[in-house]
């Protein structure tokens, strides 16, 4: 029997809309045989997901998805695949990181709270964002409180009216730092959804080529934000440079964009994927002798 899986899950650890036992649920209903918690910028749901994992006979890798910054490009989205999760220096830069998104959340919402006052609209506190957000917070927690008062229709409504106008720019991971990481947690590092980096697939195979140098071992292929077209050019990208194919829908709740366990609406994401990256975690440990 055909087995099937979801790389890229999110969970209340950071913008995900269930808990980690929530999850897991879910995928055993959806007949997935393995998930991969990947958070941003947080490891919090990781134990929570596998003890509800081994209950419930479902394989959970741990993991994480890290925000980025590679030479022109910000926001670039890494994954890191069986990291240790409980590294001490780890959990440490990750509490430094999710403090500065705090910061940087209370000062998105006082310039938003300054466009609603001249919108004679009551100001949003930080409470009622912190509510909605356990793990690290991010805009869409801010857009679900924006929601949550009626002031806007949806997350893409609150993006385009509040959110975007009234960005404050994040920190990021240097690129070359975060792979170092990864590598250091024993884990595979994986480009997540590719495509949001550029639709134009001859510039992304020069980052991609650059980011192995770095040491990334793998890349997405199997994501939402591409077309089949890019599925196809994509893979035969990540053969000629030697990195691993994986896939995940990036599935932040039911009724957001993605459904856990599929792509582009009715794909099934494969369990080779799994098998994949567990073959690049094996290949990466000989290498090094463990
Ligand atoms: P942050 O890491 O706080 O900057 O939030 C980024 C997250 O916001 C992304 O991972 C998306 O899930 C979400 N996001 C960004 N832009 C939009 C948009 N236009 N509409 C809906 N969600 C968005
Ligand atoms: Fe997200
Ligand atoms: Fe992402
Ligand atoms: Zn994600």
């Known amino acids: 029997m055909k087995k099937y899986a979801d790389l890229h899950v999110h969970t209340t650890f950071s913008d995900g809309l269930l808990s980690p036992a929530e999850v897991v649920d879910l995928a055993v209903r959806k007949g997935l045989s393995a998930i991969a918690i990947a958070d941003h910028d947080s490891v919090g749901g990781i134990d929570e997901a596998i003890e509800a994992g081994l209950k419930a006979g479902i394989e959970v890798i741990p993991a994480v998805e890290l925000s980025v910054s590679f030479e022109a490009f910000q926001d670039v989205h890494l994954l890191g695949y069986h990291i240790d999760h409980h590294d001490g220096l780890f959990l440490k830069r990750l509490d430094d990181f999710q403090k500065r998104r705090d910061n940087r959340g209370s000062a998105i919402l006082e310039k938003i709270n300054a466009k609603l006052v001249q919108e004679d609209r009551l100001p949003v506190s930080g409470e009622e964002v912190a509510a909605l957000a356990q793990g690290s917070l991010g805009r869409p927690h801010i857009a679900r409180a924006l929601q949550a008062r009626g002031y806007v229709t949806g997350m893409e409504d609150a993006f385009v009216r509040y959110l975007e106008p009234c960005d404050v720019p994040k920190e990021y991971f240097a690129a070359d730092e975060a792979l170092a990481e990864i590598e250091r947690l024993g884990g595979v590092s994986v480009l997540a959804h590719p495509v949001s980096i550029t639709s134009q697939l001859g510039k992304l195979e020069g980052v991609l080529k650059e980011l192995?140098?770095?040491?990334?071992?793998?890349?997405?292929?199997?994501?939402?934000?591409?077309?089949?077209?890019?599925?196809?050019?994509?893979?035969a990208c990540a053969a000629r440079l030697g990195l691993t194919v994986t896939g995940g829908s990036d599935f932040h709740g039911p009724g957001e964009y993605a459904d856990l366990g599929f792509i582009r609406k009715e794909n099934r994401l494969s369990y080779t994927l799994v098998e994949n990256v567990a073959a690049a975690l094996r290949k990466k440990r000989a290498a090094q002798g463990i």
Do not use: H, P, Q
């Not at 040491?215 to 050019?233: A, K, P, Q």
């Open 212 to 235: 192995k140098y770095l040491g990334l071992d793998g890349v997405e292929v199997f994501s939402n934000m591409c077309s089949t077209d890019d599925i196809i050019l994509l893979s």
